[in-house]
């Protein structure tokens, strides 16, 4: 087990040098220079010179890359360009709480809604029941989150003025739990609902399977209760493989995200990357699509890991 | 196969009035897929979007870029069947015209991530070995990467029209396809028939397109189905952030971009409704046929 562990973290590293390589590719064919972006245009072609030579612009492409790469490794994104010296990984820092707040918010609500609909509708299958969650599920999918977000906000927002149409907090009001829990209940939700609807349909389909295996039809034989049979054996192994699933929704969850701080003027890292799209922030730009592809890499790698902890059929 | 035809020249001799002729497979695939009511209600509503929308400049009742500053968003009435936008453009035939876009985008967007995934995944599929651990891991790495932030970052350095975005949603979204016929190929390159022609000598770029890959257009058919319902949902959110089709060109993304004002909230907040209704209908019954191919396709179920 501790040897898949460690060659399983180590396959990790050559996807993230990947993910640099292309990244930082995709930056490279962008027309122009970066300086012009950067420096005063008024400056002395003296100035621009020791400007380039102080930025490493002067150096081959392997050894920018190098550099660049480097320099994230310890923590150091670079600066923005529009906001002049402000370090990405302090502007990353402060947003960074609210966005994971917003998604272990989601993910919570999602399991929690999602598996019991899977697992009631795997128990009474082709049922008007099942029906029922079965298309929920497809409407689910189908509904652009962003969408679904603007609804809510035109309806429970403005129309019946139950919850705060964006935001983490009221204005200037001193902290209270209630009143941040009032403004994370719409964006949660809608990030929620994409992936609630997916992980009905894999739960479902999954618990199906395992309930007709036979130590199933055994336990139930022996005079076990139905719920008992379902919650204790079924449940135990209907469950293993949705954790490869949350690995591989994971990139999905992370773009739906970013849509609904977008939505929801949530002040998260979804957001400040778009905000930095339309300023053309391209360090900060760079930053945050290495960040979220770590992110993945690693959410996938404890997916796999905690995969083989509760399989103990596999050998590795 | 040959078993089924013994019994059933058994049974015409036992039983000379069972002489019809076995259904074809184009038949055996219309029964299956009738047999599925929801994905037959999808084809028909996605055929009804398709016309309209490819033909809105016969069908569109108004011109959809012409403003009238007195009649600015106005409710769903006798006239204007779903009102009129922020300009006083009649929404209905901006929708069609819209459909057009997000459609031309997404089939568009499709046959490309077709092309790049089809021909990676063959190759992985069919070679094996280093070529397959290369590739494969190159699709890892792309996978990785949140595809709203790959396509943003790309959007953001070429600032493309609506037709460029088509090869820039083809570059982001081939990757799932590359992994599925990459897993049809495997298994399929083992089989007899591929054996048998690489026997003959038969060159290794017919093999793949003439002999396997027919074989493997089931799963890639149903994979493209669902995969232009993402690629719509995809655009709509890129131009709802405004970074995808650019106006005065209406695609379904941008017309809720548009909606999505303050005051458009207030005064007309059905407004926002359609061009989302929309997207949600269309996605859906893409998904509802995509459904319904699997099962048609699939050989074995019946």
Known sequence: ?316 | MAQNNLDTNNELALNPNLQEKPDTLTKIFFRKFTKNKLAVFGAIVLLIIIILAAFAPWIAPFDHEKTNVINKLSSPGKEHWLGTDRFGRDVFSRLLFGGRISLLVAFGSVAGALIIGTTIGALAGYYGGMIDAILMRFVDIVISIPSLFLLITVVTIFEPGWDKLILIFALTSWTSTARLVRGEFLSLRTREFVLASRTIGTRASKIIFSHILPNAMGPIIVAATLLVGGVILSEAALSYLGLGVQPPTPSWGNMLQDAQGFTVIIKAPWYPAFPGLLILITVLCFNFVGDGLRDALDPKGD
């Open chain 1, 1 to 316: 087990m501790i040897s898949y562990i460690i060659r399983r973290t180590l396959m990790a590293i050559p996807l993230l040098l990947g993910i640099t390589i292309i990244s930082f590719a995709i930056i490279q064919l962008a027309p122009g220079d970066p300086t012009t972006l950067m420096m005063d245009p008024t400056l002395k072609p003296e100035d621009q010179e020791k400007f380039r030579e102080k930025y490493g612009l002067n150096d081959s492409i392997p050894k920018q890359y190098m550099t660049w790469v480097g320099n994230m490794a310890q923590g150091d994104f670079g600066t923005s360009i529009i906001r002049r010296g402000v370090p990405v990984s302090e502007m990353i820092m402060n947003r960074l709480p609210n966005t994971i707040l917003l998604m272990a918010v989601s993910t919570i609500l999602a399991i929690l809604i999602a598996v019991p609909l899977g697992i009631i509708s795997s128990m009474r299958p082709y049922t008007k029941l099942d029906y029922t969650v079965t298309v929920t599920s497809f409407l689910g999918v189908a509904t652009p989150g962003f969408w679904l977000g603007l609804m809510m906000i035109i309806f429970f927002g403005v129309k019946l003025g139950w919850f705060p149409t964006g935001g983490v907090s009221t204005l200037n009001a001193p902290f209270s739990i209630w009143d941040r829990i009032h403004h994370l209940i719409m964006p949660a939700f809608v990030l929620a609902a994409a992936d609630m609807a997916a992980l009905t349909r894999y739960t479902r389909s999954s618990m199906l399977e395992v309930l007709h295996q036979d130590y199933i039809r055994t336990a139930k034989s022996k005079g076990f209760k139905e719920s008992k049979v379902v919650l204790k054996h079924g449940l135990r192994n209907g469950l293993i493989p949705i954790i490869t699933i949350f690995g591989l929704m994971l990139p999905s969850f992370i773009s739906g995200a970013a849509i609904t701080e977008s939505v929801f003027s949530w002040p998260g890292i979804g957001r400040l990357f778009i905000e930095s799209a339309f300023t053309r922030d391209y360090p900060v730009i760079m930053g945050l699509t290495v960040l979220s592809s770590v992110f993945v890499v690693i959410g996938n790698l404890l997916a796999d890991i905690l995969y083989a902890v509760f399989d103990p059929r596999i050998e590795y």
